[in-house]
């Protein structure tokens, strides 16, 4: 089997603080690395013209988390690559496990990194407490509803067949995007991993902005983009790779 080429994709908003030092990281572990500049205005652009080993896609307004994902992901179907690594760029994620996310898409469509699947109780806590209850209660919530086996639904450091994400279409521009794509991952029965990613918050504090960042109307906004997504695809049923599992036999989209 060829190896899969992939781009990896890091969505960017006022970052100035960590894009160098992770981008640095990445680019020792990915060939192509592509920025999505979502209307950054603290200095991150400045850093980011700074480089030639990255691309860069800028957005000239902030239009959300989601929206920068969808662009990385359109990049990466009209380049021909063959999947995509999405990996954020606060540097909670290690970049010396992107090869280990490409390699198990051989047997996926949709590889994703979990916070919580190795992860003892006692280091799980130490992620904020609303942020681990909500991720817990939403994780809960889809499994049940979509029939998947999910043990992180956040966890921005993904994998992805290209194909596979040209059967979506994911619209949400926020921060629920992937609750949208797991619901649309479920209907189209696409084939999901979870891989054991370290737990690492480097500042608790960190802010989701304006009215998300009270628990409670972050938990709302969720739940309605979960039903709004369910809505738009009325028979979602169980998908036939139960997430967690690798198939017996691989075959390519």
Same mark, same amino acid.
């Given at each position: 089997?060829?190896?899969?080429?992939?781009?990896?994709?890091?969505?960017?908003?006022?970052?100035?603080?960590?894009?160098?030092p992770?981008?640095d990281?990445?680019?020792?572990?990915?060939?192509?690395?592509?920025v999505?500049?979502?209307?950054?205005s603290?200095?991150?652009?400045?850093l980011?013209?700074q480089?030639?080993?990255?691309?860069?896609?800028?957005?000239?307004?902030?239009?959300?988390?989601g929206?920068?994902?969808?662009?990385?992901?359109?990049?990466?179907?009209?380049?021909?690559?063959?999947?995509?690594?999405?990996?954020?760029?606060?540097?909670?994620?290690?970049?010396?496990?992107?090869c280990? /996310?490409?390699?198990?898409?051989?047997?996926?469509?949709?590889?994703?990194?979990?916070?919580?699947?190795?992860?003892?109780?006692?280091?799980?806590?130490?992620?904020?407490a609303?942020?681990?209850?909500i991720?817990?209660?939403?994780?809960?919530?889809?499994?049940?509803?979509?029939?998947?086996?999910?043990?992180?639904?956040?966890?921005?450091?993904?994998?992805?067949?290209t194909?596979?994400?040209?059967?979506?279409n994911?619209t949400e521009p926020?921060?629920?995007?992937?609750?949208?794509?797991?619901?649309?991952?479920?209907?189209?029965?696409?084939?999901?991993?979870?891989?054991?990613?370290?737990?690492?918050?480097?500042?608790?504090?960190?802010?989701?902005?304006?009215? /998300?960042d009270?628990?409670?109307?972050?938990?709302?906004?969720?739940r309605?983009?979960?039903?709004?997504? /369910?809505?738009?695809?009325a028979?979602?049923?169980?998908?036939?790779?139960?997430?967690?599992?690798?198939a017996a036999?691989?075959?390519?989209?």
């Open positions: 089997m060829q190896p899969l080429r992939f781009l990896t994709a890091l969505p960017v908003f006022n970052e100035a603080s960590h894009v160098t992770v981008l990281e990445v680019a020792r572990y990915a060939a192509d690395v592509l999505v500049d979502d209307g950054s603290d200095g991150t652009s400045e980011l013209a480089r030639d080993d990255i691309r860069v896609l800028t957005h000239p307004e902030n239009r959300g988390y929206a920068a994902l969808e662009s990385a992901f359109r990049f990466a179907i009209d380049h021909d690559y063959d999947a995509i690594v999405t990996i954020d760029c606060d540097g909670q994620h290690e970049p010396q496990r992107i280990k /996310l490409v390699e198990a898409l051989k047997c996926a469509d949709i590889v994703s990194g979990s916070r919580y699947l190795d992860t003892p109780l006692e280091a799980a806590k130490l992620a904020p609303d942020r681990r209850r991720n817990l209660s939403i994780t809960q919530e889809l499994n049940q509803r979509l029939g998947l086996n999910l043990t992180d639904a956040f966890c921005g450091f993904k994998a992805y067949r194909c596979a994400l040209q059967k979506l994911v926020g921060y629920a995007m992937p609750l949208e794509l797991w619901v649309q991952a479920a209907h189209h029965k696409l084939r999901i991993v979870e891989v054991a990613v370290p737990l690492i918050y480097l500042d608790e504090k960190r802010s989701f902005g304006g009215s /998300l009270d628990a409670r109307t972050r938990l709302e906004y969720y309605r983009v979960i039903d709004k997504a /369910l809505a738009e695809v028979d979602v049923t169980v998908t036939d790779w139960p997430c967690g599992t690798l036999s691989c075959s390519p989209c």
